[in-house]
């Protein structure tokens, strides 16, 4: 961006809106225009992809999970399309991508490049064993990036069940049965 008709001497800039994809730039840089017209100082900077981190985990132990699917909703509602870069490992925003996403063994989900705004993370399918989450959880992003990202874990509750045998005159449990679940 070409900026004329500037006084000489030092002016500060910052950056106000970042592209779309990008992290905000929080830094505040400075330049000196000399009355020969020769500028010194910072006149460029550099952006990053927006980045967040999703991980998946068991509500006890912090156990990583594997098997949740996740859809992103954007500020309207609407599923976010997001396309896996296996060389990268991450998910990005694209027309090709699909508008669900299933956390890997390792329980770990990066998405990079999203459009700052509001979003809500939803869980479609939980792991199995486990109960599924009915929060929707609101995710604002813009200001983290790839290098430091919004870090977001959530949990999910194990299923559970307490089996007893009882006693059929007495209505009392009976000790020492064993049970098969399938």
């Known amino acids: 961006t070409i900026v004329r008709g500037i ?15 990008y992290a905000i730039n929080s830094n505040t840089y400075s330049f000196n225009i000399a009355d020969d017209g020769t500028v010194t100082g910072t006149t460029s900077m550099n952006d990053d992809l927006t980045g967040l981190v999703i991980t998946k985990s068991d509500k006890d132990t912090a156990y990583v999970l594997g098997g949740a699917t996740f859809r992103l909703l954007d500020s309207d509602g609407k599923a976010v399309n997001l396309f896996y870069y296996s060389s990268f ?16 063994d390792s329980g770990e989900i990066k998405i990079a490049g999203l459009k700052a705004g509001t979003y809500q993370l939803q869980e479609v399918t939980s792991p199995v064993g486990y109960c599924l989450s009915s929060q929707l959880i609101t995710i604002e992003v813009g200001e983290y990036t ?27 449990e009976i000790p020492g049965a064993e049970f098969t679940v399938y």
């Not at 790839?146 to 009392?172: C, F, I, Q, R």
């Open 146 to 172: 790839l290098a430091d990202p919004l870090l977001l874990n959530v949990v999910n509750t194990p299923t559970e069940v307490t089996l007893t045998k009882t006693d059929v005159s007495t209505g009392k």
């Open 7 to 21: 006084s000489l001497g030092t002016c500060t800039w910052k950056e106000v809106k970042a592209p779309t994809g």
């Open 89 to 104: 490992d991450l998910y990005m925003p694209s027309t090709l991508g699909e508008t669900t996403f299933t956390t890997p």
